[in-house]
């Protein structure tokens, strides 16, 4: 089945820094997401990107599918951003089951 | 739309108890998941219902656990008896087939 990594596994960014966060993936995939895991538990969110690019706010994502990895972008950093990066995808024959990265931690002090 | 909702989001139990963990998804979508995560193994996916019907529980640990999906407003995580190491994170996700959204998760404590 397809495969997920993230790198870097942790990060620490002094407020105001800008960082990228990479996701690489075995296999051509239907669907990629990115989540936010905050210091509280809760998954939040941030794109669904299966290919080209988005923007919310200080955050923005891009994916190249025919390359197969996927970045977040975190600019201007806040100490809100703490906590944990997961992308997922399903894999090219949907199954509806999505595969999980292992994570980033990131870590922005102030 | 109110998102994913789960019950209780905190539950403190004792080993050989019975636990049942609730969730009703998205009005709407037509897929359900059950999560597991904790700091060892991470997220790991328990089980998914498509249209009230269970399609991979390959993620199961052992017989201890099972789950149903009686409606497609509903769906509950049983785990009996359980014990210690049962002790996580369970999140509950729904989908119409292509994004994905998470509940809050009941976080579980086997004494």
């Known amino acids: 089945g397809i495969q997920v990594e993230q790198s870097p596994p942790d990060l620490i960014l002094q407020e105001g820094a800008n960082s990228t966060l990479r996701c690489n993936f075995s296999d051509s995939v239907n669907n990629l997401q990115w989540f936010h895991q905050n210091p509280w538990g809760q998954l939040i969110n941030l794109f669904y990107?299966?290919?080209g690019t988005k923007q919310n706010g200080r955050l923005s994502a891009t994916t190249v599918a025919t390359e197969r990895y996927s970045l977040l972008y975190i600019s201007s950093s806040q100490t809100t951003d703490s906590g944990v990066y997961f992308c997922a995808a399903y894999g090219s024959s949907n199954t509806g089951k999505l595969i999980f990265g292992q994570g980033t931690t990131l870590q922005v002090k102030p | 739309d109110a998102g994913v909702i789960q019950s209780p989001r905190h539950e403190v139990t004792e080993m050989g108890q019975e636990v049942t963990l609730r969730c009703k998804p998205i009005?709407?979508?037509?897929?359900l998941f059950w999560y597991r995560q904790t700091m060892m193994r991470g997220l790991e996916l328990l089980i998914y219902?498509?249209?009230?019907?269970?399609?991979?529980d390959s993620g199961m640990p052992e017989d201890r656990f099972s789950a149903k999906m009686p409606n497609a407003s509903f769906s509950t995580l049983k785990i009996q008896p359980s014990e210690p190491r049962d002790s996580a994170v369970y999140f509950c996700a729904s989908s119409s087939g292509v994004e994905q959204f998470f509940g809050p998760g009941t976080r579980l404590t086997v004494l």
């Open positions: 990107i299966p290919s």
């Open positions: 219902f498509n249209n009230n019907v269970p399609i991979d």
């Open positions: 009005s709407g979508h037509d897929y």
